[in-house]
C-alpha cells in the first residue's frame, strides 16, 4: 500500500480527533442553532435531546474510527517484511502534541454559537492541512485505545515510523512489517 489516497489521509485525521467530537456531541447536546433563517431544534432521540451538530459529531466519531480499524486490520493481516531494526526511539510522546487542539474548544468555543462553530472548523481545517501534509497521520490518540505504541526506528535502509502493539526492547530486533504510507509502517501477524 505505498501511497494513502488523498480521501483517505483524510479520514485518517478525521479519526484522530474523535474524542474531540465526543466532547463536541456532549457540549452541544441541547444547542439550538439558525442556520440561514431556520432554526433547528434538537431531535428527540427516547430520553435525550441531540443537537444537529451533536448527531453529526457522533456519525463522524463512529465513521472515522471505523475506517481506521479496518486500515490497520488490513494491514496487520497482509504478508509484511522482516526488517532488522538497528536502533529505535520510543515516539509515544507525540501523542500530546494533540492536547493544544482538544483543550481549545474548552476555553473559548461556545458551540450553540454558529459563528464560534465556523471558527472552531477554520481552526480544524488549518490543522488538518499541516497535519495532512507533514504526514503526521500516525499521531493518532485513537491508536493509544488501540493499544499501539510509536517508534522512531532506524533499519539497515533506511528511518522509519513503526506502530506496534509490543514494546520493543533489548538490541538486535527483528519484526515483521508492512509499509503504510510513506516512511510508515506497521507490524504485521
Do not use: C
Not at 118 to 138: H, K, Y
Amino acid at each position: 500500500m505505498g501511497r494513502i489516497p488523498s480521501w483517505a489521509k483524510v479520514v485518517l485525521f478525521l479519526s484522530s480527533y474523535s474524542p474531540l467530537y465526543v466532547i463536541v456531541a456532549l457540549r452541544a447536546h441541547n444547542a439550538e442553532h439558525s442556520i440561514l433563517g431556520y432554526q433547528l431544534e434538537p431531535v428527540s432521540l427516547g430520553l435525550v435531546e441531540l443537537s444537529y451538530l451533536s448527531i453529526g459529531s457522533l456519525i463522524l466519531t463512529i465513521a472515522s474510527v471505523a475506517f481506521l480499524a479496518v486500515m490497520i486490520r488490513m494491514n496487520r493481516t497482509r504478508q509484511g517484511q522482516l526488517s532488522e531494526i538497528e536502533h529505535y526511539r520510543n515516539r509515544s510522546d507525540m501523542f500530546t502534541e494533540y492536547l493544544l487542539v482538544y483543550i481549545f474548544p474548552f476555553i473559548v468555543f461556545e458551540f450553540s454559537d454558529m459563528f464560534d462553530v465556523a471558527a472552531f472548523l477554520v481552526l480544524f481545517v488549518t490543522v488538518a492541512a499541516i497535519v495532512i501534509r507533514s504526514n503526521r497521520l500516525f499521531v493518532n490518540p485513537v491508536l493509544i485505545a488501540f493499544r499501539y505504541r510509536v517508534y522512531e526506528v532506524e533499519t539497515e535502509h533506511d528511518r522509519r515510523i513503526l506502530l506496534t502493539k509490543e514494546p520493543l526492547d533489548g538490541n538486535n530486533i527483528t519484526v515483521n512489517t508492512a509499509r503504510i504510507s510513506n516512511d510508515v509502517y506497521i507490524t504485521t501477524r
